[in-house]
């Protein structure tokens, strides 16, 4: 067998059935969703539900101001996988004028200066309105619930709220309220509640009590999220200044008509071929297309050099993922980005030839079409940085650190039903940590700009009505037309790293979801960071400790600048199956952190 095989101990069972099965980053969320499938509600359904509730019971990781991506398959058009659009673009007045006038050479990494317009509830919204069969008030009695009688706060969310403690009581006294309500930092498993958000979803449901149907209620609720009360509150509390990551004082600079003029919207995904599976990724307006990159590039390798586990696979991925990360860092962004070169066997086979037996430290993007090299080159930022420091800050987004590991993150949720519908969604942005929370609406906006350069030469430069580079990637894998995996995974720029491991594990080495999840991940940080202050390691490499020392020392001896991360602290990735000719239907969730699960039958 050219994989390594699975370790015989697995933390959980891969689930089994042929009625429906979900699989998301908080138990809740995963309860919710399944228990949609049971009351007959359709994958979709049971997705908004589950993401909803994720506002609530992960407030660290995500928020209703943040952004999603998502794709799915329906059951009636099976062979034609769409993409859910929910990344919000660049206010009109975020320009790169504006920023430098007010002294900044970064977009920040919080602060209302870093936000985008808010995509993910219209997204959600525009998905439930076209492809589900609830009624809102029934998809949103989770969350309701939740934030009005409350849930038990992960360790993780209360140790995010104490790293800012001081920061929400010296500068933003409205997230104090909220998150410190008795003027101290919640205990895990503590009891807490947010009614103002509940206020908020049951106003989007009143909104639409009129109207004569299902989709005419939603679509009432999408306007008044858009233009109504909710917008109005977010226009009229940014412009009052506040601290930056910066350490300076700014006011934002979205308004209503920034809130109103976002649609979200379904398009066709990026796709290629591999072993006789279609892979269908978001485009180049996010990081979607690296993962493409590596496994064209991966594909010309004997199935040895495609394992993780041994020291030749993890060198080789390591190696390609340098290389399509460098692309991602140099040509990708909202506009004309030609992935059909990018994307070519041709292309790949010149990227293949620059992988030899040793790490490279460069940053090596490739040439055009036309055999040239990209007006732009992102700034390698490592001067006057703790080196390790830095390395260890590939663990997750860089939004929140604790001793070089980031608790800051993101969300995902991936279900499939009896009929063949299949989503794979990865909600994130606006975190707790993100901007002041906006008392009456009892959320805050996110910080996906800080994705932009201020450089007009950068393919993903700060531009208004420009969406910024996201990293939000979900994925979902066919077979001869029909859907048969969905996944994905939290982690910012990892995210197509960790679910590059688990595509190759499931579809080259014949692993169980569940086998695949578990495994021993790793990926790199050399590359220009997506997140403020956007550094990078040349050479950098995080690994599981249960990689093995032969791999490990053998990675070092090859020149990777490895850090250790312990055990079981890379990756966060979910996934559910479905065997279109059986009916057979399984999932996994990541075992990590004790938080993620899956549910079915």
Same mark, same amino acid.
């Given at each position: 067998?050219?994989?390594?095989?699975?370790?015989?101990?697995?933390?959980?069972?891969?689930?089994?059935?042929?009625?429906?099965?979900?699989?998301?980053?908080?138990?809740?969320?995963?309860?919710?969703?399944?228990?949609?499938?049971?009351?007959?509600?359709?994958?979709?359904?049971?997705?908004?539900?589950?993401?909803?509730?994720?506002?609530?019971?992960?407030?660290?990781?995500?928020?209703?101001?943040?952004?999603?991506?998502?794709?799915?398959?329906?059951?009636?058009?099976?062979?034609?996988?769409?993409?859910?659009?929910?990344?919000?673009?660049?206010?009109?007045?975020?320009? #790169?004028?504006?920023?430098?006038?007010?002294?900044?050479?970064?977009?920040?990494?919080?602060?209302?200066?870093?936000?985008?317009?808010?995509?993910?509830?219209?997204?959600?919204?525009?998905?439930?309105?076209?492809?589900?069969?609830?009624?809102?008030?029934?998809?949103?009695?989770?969350?309701?619930?939740?934030?009005?009688?409350?849930?038990?706060?992960?360790?993780?969310?209360?140790?995010?709220?104490?790293?800012?403690?001081?920061?929400?009581?010296?500068?933003?006294?409205?997230?104090?309220?909220?998150?410190?309500?008795?003027?101290?930092?919640?205990?895990?498993?503590?009891?807490?509640?947010?009614?103002?958000?509940?206020?908020?979803?049951?106003?989007?449901?009143?909104?639409?009590?009129?109207?004569?149907?299902?989709?005419?209620?939603?679509?009432?609720?999408?306007?008044?999220?858009?233009?109504?009360?909710?917008?109005?509150?977010?226009?009229?509390?940014?412009?009052?200044?506040?601290?930056?990551?910066?350490?300076?004082?700014?006011?934002?600079?979205?308004?209503?008509?920034?809130?109103?003029?976002?649609?979200?919207?379904?398009?066709?995904?990026?796709?290629?071929?591999?072993?006789?599976?279609?892979?269908?990724?978001?485009?180049?307006?996010?990081?979607?297309?690296?993962?493409?990159?590596?496994?064209?590039?991966?594909?010309?390798?004997?199935?040895?050099?495609?394992?993780?586990?041994?020291?030749?696979?993890?060198?080789?991925?390591?190696?390609?993922?340098?290389?399509?990360?460098?692309?991602?860092?140099?040509?990708?962004?909202?506009?004309?980005?030609?992935?059909?070169?990018?994307?070519?066997?041709?292309?790949?086979?010149?990227?293949?030839?620059?992988?030899?037996?040793?790490?490279?430290?460069?940053?090596?993007?490739?040439?055009?079409?036309?055999?040239?090299?990209?007006?732009?080159?992102?700034?390698?930022?490592?001067?006057?940085?703790?080196?390790?420091?830095?390395?260890?800050?590939?663990?997750?987004?860089?939004?929140?650190?604790?001793?070089?590991?980031?608790?800051?993150?993101?969300?995902?949720?991936?279900?499939?039903?009896?009929?063949?519908?299949? #989503?794979?969604?990865?909600?994130?942005?606006?975190?707790?940590?993100?901007?002041?929370?906006?008392?009456?609406?009892?959320?805050?906006?996110?910080?996906?700009?800080?994705?932009?350069?201020?450089?007009?030469?950068?393919?993903?430069?700060?531009?208004?009505?420009?969406?910024?580079?996201?990293?939000?990637?979900?994925?979902? #894998?066919?077979?001869?037309?029909?859907?048969?995996?969905?996944?994905?995974?939290?982690?910012?720029?990892?995210?197509?790293?960790?679910?590059?491991?688990?595509?190759?594990?499931?579809?080259?080495?014949?692993?169980?979801?569940?086998?695949? #999840?578990?495994?021993?991940?790793?990926?790199?940080?050399?590359?220009?960071?997506?997140?403020?202050?956007?550094?990078?390691?040349?050479?950098?490499?995080?690994?599981?400790?249960?990689?093995?020392?032969?791999?490990?020392?053998?990675?070092?001896?090859?020149?990777?600048?490895?850090?250790?991360?312990?055990?079981?602290?890379?990756?966060?990735?979910?996934?559910?199956?479905?065997?279109?000719?059986?009916?057979?239907?399984?999932?996994?969730?990541?075992?990590?952190?004790?938080?993620?699960?899956?549910?079915?039958?």
């Amino acid at each position: 067998m050219p994989f390594t095989p699975p370790a015989e101990f697995t933390t959980r069972p891969t689930l089994e059935g042929h009625f429906g099965m979900a699989a998301s980053t908080h138990w809740l969320a995963t309860a919710a969703s399944q228990a949609v499938l049971e009351r007959g509600g359709n994958a979709f359904d049971a997705a908004v539900a589950g993401a909803f509730l994720l506002h609530v019971v992960e407030p660290h990781l995500n928020g209703p101001a943040g952004d999603m991506t998502g794709i799915f398959a329906t059951a009636a058009d099976p062979g034609a996988p769409q993409v859910m659009m929910g990344q919000g673009p660049a206010p009109a007045a975020a320009t #790169i004028e504006h920023y430098r006038g007010e002294g900044l050479d970064m977009v920040p990494g919080a602060g209302a200066l870093a936000a985008a317009v808010p995509g993910a509830v219209d997204s959600w919204l525009n998905l439930l309105e076209h492809h589900g069969t609830w009624e809102l008030a029934e998809a949103l009695e989770f969350a309701i619930d939740y934030a009005d009688n409350g849930h038990p706060i992960l360790e993780r969310a209360a140790g995010t709220i104490a790293k800012v403690r001081e920061l929400f009581t010296e500068h933003w006294p409205t997230s104090a309220a909220l998150w410190m309500p008795r003027g101290e930092v919640p205990e895990a498993g503590e009891t807490v509640c947010n009614h103002a958000y509940a206020d908020v979803l049951r106003r989007l449901i009143a909104a639409g009590e009129a109207a004569d149907s299902r989709e005419e209620r939603i679509r009432a609720a999408r306007r008044e999220w858009k233009s109504g009360f909710v917008a109005e509150a977010i226009a009229e509390f940014i412009v009052t200044p506040h601290r930056h990551s910066t350490g300076g004082d700014h006011a934002g600079v979205m308004t209503v008509e920034d809130i109103a003029g976002f649609d979200a919207h379904f398009e066709p995904p990026v796709t290629i071929e591999f072993r006789g599976f279609e892979i269908a990724k978001i485009g180049a307006w996010g990081q979607g297309p690296v993962l493409l990159q590596a496994l064209k590039i991966l594909d010309g390798f004997d199935d040895e050099r495609l394992d993780p586990s041994n020291e030749l696979g993890a060198h080789t991925i390591l190696e390609a993922l340098k290389l399509a990360m460098a692309d991602r860092d140099t040509y990708y962004g909202d506009g004309d980005v030609d992935l059909d070169w990018l994307l070519s066997d041709e292309y790949a086979a010149s990227r293949r030839r620059l992988i030899t037996d040793v790490a490279s430290p460069e940053f090596r993007p490739g040439e055009t079409r036309a055999g040239q090299r990209s007006a732009f080159t992102p700034p390698l930022l490592l001067e006057g940085a703790d080196r390790e420091e830095l390395i260890r800050a590939g663990i997750g987004e860089p939004t929140v650190q604790k001793n070089g590991v980031n608790n800051g993150d993101t969300c995902h949720i991936d279900v499939v039903d009896r009929w063949g519908n299949m #989503i794979s969604a990865t909600p994130s942005g606006g975190w707790l940590q993100s901007s002041p929370t906006i008392p009456q609406l009892g959320f805050c906006l996110g910080t996906r700009l800080q994705m932009t350069w201020l450089d007009e030469k950068a393919p993903s430069a700060l531009a208004p009505g420009k969406r910024p580079r996201t990293t939000l990637t979900p994925t979902l #894998i066919s077979k001869d037309g029909d859907p048969v995996i969905a996944l994905g995974s939290p982690g910012g720029d990892q995210q197509e790293q960790w679910q590059l491991l688990l595509i190759l594990r499931l579809l080259v080495g014949g692993y169980e979801a569940q086998q695949a #999840i578990d495994a021993p991940a790793l990926h790199t940080t050399s590359l220009a960071a997506s997140f403020w202050p956007r550094t990078w390691v040349p050479g950098g490499a995080v690994v599981e400790d249960r990689l093995g020392e032969d791999v490990i020392n053998g990675l070092i001896a090859r020149g990777h600048v490895v850090t250790r991360a312990g055990d079981w602290e890379l990756g966060r990735l979910s996934c559910v199956t479905r065997d279109p000719g059986t009916g057979r239907i399984t999932a996994g969730a990541n075992p990590r952190g004790a938080q993620g699960y899956a549910a079915g039958r």
